[in-house]
C-alpha cells in the first residue's frame, strides 16, 4: 500500500483525546527546534477522520513555531483497534531502542569537531557529562549499620494489643505499638 503525504493546516488536525503519551514544554521545544534545523522530516500520522495516530509532539512544535500547515501521513487502513494500538506501540517500541554507547560517543564528538549544535540531539547536559565521562560516579562507601529483627504479632483489638505489648515489655523486650 502506498502512502501519500498531505499538507493539512494544523487546525483541521485533531488529537486523539485519549492519547496517554505526554510532552513536556521542554520536549515540545526540543522537537521544534529539531523542525527549524532538519525540516518537518517525519509527517504527523491522522486516520481518515484527521485525528492525530502519531505526532502529537510534532503537533504542538509546529503551533509553536507559527507554521500553517504541516505534513500528514492518512492511514485509513487500519481499524479501530489497529489504531489503539498503534497510537501506544509507535511510542512503546521507539523506547525500547538502545544505544551503542561508543558510536554514539563517536557521532557526537564528529559533530562538535564540525562545529554542530549537539543540543538539537535532545540529550541534557547531564546526560552528555556523563557520556564522556565528565561526572564522577559516587564513591559508595560501605557503612556499617545494626540489623533489626522485629516479630509482627497481629491482635485482635486494642485490649489484645495493650496487653501483648506489657507482657513483652515487662519481661525486658524493646517494644513499640503500631496501627496499620
Not at 510534532?58 to 479501530?80: G, M, N, V
Not at 541534557?124 to 560516579?137: G, N, Q, R, T, Y
Request: hydrophobic content about 40%.
Amino acid at each position: 500500500m502506498k502512502h501519500k503525504i498531505e499538507y493539512l493546516k494544523l487546525d483541521k488536525l485533531t488529537g486523539y483525546a485519549a492519547n496517554s503519551r505526554t510532552h513536556s514544554d521542554e520536549q515540545i521545544d526540543q522537537i521544534a527546534a529539531s523542525i527549524t534545523e532538519f525540516g518537518f522530516t517525519n509527517p504527523i500520522l491522522i486516520d481518515e477522520n484527521s485525528i492525530i495516530i502519531a505526532g502529537h509532539g510534532r503537533l504542538e512544535a509546529a503551533k509553536r513555531l507559527d507554521l500553517d500547515e504541516a505534513p500528514c501521513l492518512r492511514l485509513s487502513h487500519l481499524t479501530e483497534a489497529q489504531k489503539k494500538a498503534y497510537i501506544i506501540a509507535d511510542n512503546k517500541l521507539a523506547l525500547n531502542a538502545g544505544w551503542d554507547d561508543d558510536l554514539l560517543k563517536q557521532e557526537i564528538s564528529a559533530l562538535e569537531d564540525l562545529d554542530f549544535d549537539i543540543a538539537l540531539l535532545g540529550f541534557d547536559s547531564v546526560e552528555l557529562a556523563k557520556m564522556f565521562d565528565e561526572i564522577e560516579e559516587p564513591e559508595i562507601k560501605e557503612e556499617k549499620y545494626n540489623e533489626v529483627f522485629n516479630i509482627i504479632i497481629d491482635c485482635k483489638d486494642e485490649e489484645e494489643q495493650e496487653r501483648v505489648f506489657n507482657r513483652l515489655d515487662a519481661e525486658g523486650y524493646k517494644c513499640r505499638v503500631q496501627s496499620l
